[in-house]
């Protein structure tokens, strides 16, 4: 089987640091191989998987003001469409664009919807020949036909078990008002715990008015945007993680490397938190800032050890390999 796989390229895959779409991207590219299929990764050219990488994108534009990422990106879709009748399947992880040029793709066409950036996007989605698969039943669109609904997995390796966290409280994830950093900075005043805070700030004048008042290096720390090997120690010293969202988040991966890590979550019970969070064994479930803080002590006292052994078992990319190698043969 010779499989394309169609990555992002705001960020190199794996990434440095922040880049959840190139995390997945590359676990599933890494795994495939490692199952003996035939990958070629369409990524930047500085990205370094165990597939075959190619692509026309030196660097991620993210981390380049002089490459504009419209552009790019038509090039990067032009430059695998070119190639495409070379592979048996062309599995797209990079949004609408690519669909609305799915008709000069030579492959047959699978599209992973990694969460819909606007309703506007769904003509393309409509319009296109691609198979989707699901991030999470949550997320799919009505009106639009699924193969599957596939989890994210994560390497669990990566992020180890560990028994005895210290007092803080973790805020994981982009500084925004979809992420409610805010309102994770006031649960934690209540709860009458330290916060740490990590991601990049993705909306300023939130960040200015709602979080950087309340950062004084003690009771609310904020650590900026955190690579892998430090995201791992955060998160697991974290007493909890949470995750008071005011959007319907369409997966949450720190979600599920905070639980990896034995790290129980406490979360706004949106979008994916009642698929990816067992309430009760991983985590709890909670409406409203009072009711979140209310269950910081509940939540501490969950099992750690359970918290990691459910996360590992419906979360681990093998699975998630296994999974994708099931729809691929289903398409094919």
């Known amino acids: 089987m010779k499989i394309a796989v169609l990555g992002p390229i705001a960020w190199c895959t794996p990434p440095r640091a922040y880049g959840p779409w190139e995390q997945v991207v590359a676990l599933l590219a890494d795994g495939l191989t490692a199952r003996g299929v035939d990958v070629t990764l369409f990524a930047t050219l500085d990205s370094g998987t165990s597939a075959r990488v190619d692509g026309v994108c030196p660097r991620p534009y993210n981390e380049d003001g002089d490459l504009d990422g419209r552009i790019w990106e038509a090039l990067h879709i032009g430059y695998c469409f070119e190639r495409s009748g070379q592979f048996d399947l062309v599995h797209n992880n990079l949004d609408w664009l690519p669909l609305a040029m799915s008709g000069h793709c030579d492959a047959p066409m699978l599209t992973t919807i990694h969460g819909f950036s606007d309703p506007r996007i769904l003509p393309a989605y409509q319009r296109s020949r691609s198979a989707y698969v699901s991030i999470s039943d949550a997320d799919r669109a009505p009106g639009l036909d699924y193969a599957a609904t596939v989890y994210h997995g994560i390497d669990v390796a990566q992020f180890p078990y560990v028994e005895s966290p210290g007092e803080e409280l973790v805020a994981f994830g982009r500084i925004h008002p979809d992420k409610g950093t805010a309102d994770a900075i006031e649960i934690a005043r209540r709860a009458g715990r330290p916060l740490v805070i990590c991601g990049p700030v993705h909306d300023t004048g939130y960040y200015h008015d709602r979080v950087a008042p309340f950062v004084d290096g003690e009771s609310v720390r904020y650590l900026g945007n955190v690579g892998p090997v430090e995201r791992a120690r955060?998160?697991?010293?974290?007493?909890?993680?949470?995750?008071?969202?005011?959007?319907?988040?369409?997966?949450?991966?720190?979600?599920?490397?905070?639980?990896?890590?034995?790290?129980?979550?406490?979360?706004?019970?949106?979008?994916?938190?009642?698929?990816?969070?067992?309430?009760?064994?991983?985590?709890?479930?909670?409406?409203?800032?009072?009711?979140?803080?209310?269950?910081?002590?509940?939540?501490?006292?969950?099992?750690?050890?359970?918290?990691?052994?459910?996360?590992?078992?419906?979360?681990?990319?093998?699975?998630?390999?296994?999974?994708?190698?099931?729809?691929?043969?289903?398409?094919?």
């Open 234 to 332: 955060i998160l697991g010293d974290a007493a909890a993680l949470l995750h008071p969202i005011g959007f319907a988040e369409p997966f949450g991966l720190s979600v599920v490397e905070s639980m990896t890590c034995g790290t129980p979550v406490i979360a706004y019970p949106k979008g994916s938190m009642p698929e990816v969070v067992d309430d009760g064994v991983t985590g709890h479930l909670v409406s409203g800032i009072g009711t979140a803080a209310d269950a910081v002590a509940d939540a501490v006292a969950l099992d750690r050890h359970k918290v990691r052994e459910t996360a590992v078992r419906r979360f681990s990319a093998q699975r998630m390999v296994d999974e994708y190698l099931r729809v691929y043969e289903q398409i094919l």
